[in-house]
């Protein structure tokens, strides 16, 4: 293991979230399902304030969309090493990636459920 002896400045640390939005632009330039979740959390985020939901039911929205993307980078994270340590087609790397997709498919479906208790009892309601 490398020792790193480059002395801690809050700069550094500053600096070290480029990184992190480059994966964030690269995850939203390069994979058309992260903008499908883009675009149901603006979804979420505009029903909440139309339907002015409490302040739990933000922690849930918020809390939801969260976990996606999360799933969502990880899910992208795990292809780009699978494609990388076997670029020909490989039963084994087929089910890692499909695991990791199914972590995408869990975690939307949980938010598309718990969006569901949250809207559609708001949506009834207007009928």
Same mark, same amino acid.
């Given at each position: 293991?490398?020792?790193?002896?480059?002395?801690?400045?809050?700069?550094?640390?500053?600096?070290?979230?480029?990184?992190?939005?480059?994966?964030?632009?690269?995850?939203?330039?390069?994979?058309?399902?992260?903008?499908?979740?883009?675009? #149901? @959390?603006? =979804?979420? *985020?505009?029903?909440?304030?139309?339907?002015? $939901?409490?302040?739990?039911?933000?922690?849930?929205?918020? %809390?939801?969309?969260?976990?996606?993307?999360?799933?969502?980078?990880?899910?992208?994270?795990?292809?780009?090493?699978?494609?990388?340590?076997?670029?020909?087609?490989?039963?084994?790397?087929?089910?890692?990636?499909?695991?990791? #997709? @199914?972590? =995408?498919? *869990?975690?939307?479906?949980?938010?598309?459920? $718990?969006?569901?208790?949250?809207?559609?009892?708001?949506? %009834?309601?207007?009928?």
């Amino acid at each position: 293991m490398s020792s790193n002896n480059k002395k801690f400045t809050f700069a550094r640390r500053i600096g070290s979230f480029k990184y992190a939005i480059e994966g964030l632009l690269h995850l939203i330039r390069q994979e058309p399902n992260a903008r499908i979740h883009i675009i #149901a @959390a603006i =979804v979420a *985020i505009m029903c909440g304030w139309y339907f002015d $939901i409490d302040k739990s039911e933000w922690l849930a929205v918020i %809390l939801c969309i969260g976990i996606v993307f999360t799933t969502e980078i990880i899910n992208t994270a795990v292809e780009h090493i699978c494609d990388y340590i076997s670029p020909a087609y490989h039963h084994k790397i087929k089910i890692i990636k499909d695991l990791a #997709a @199914a972590a =995408v498919l *869990i975690s939307a479906l949980m938010s598309a459920v $718990i969006a569901g208790c949250i809207f559609v009892p708001k949506l %009834l309601t207007m009928l």
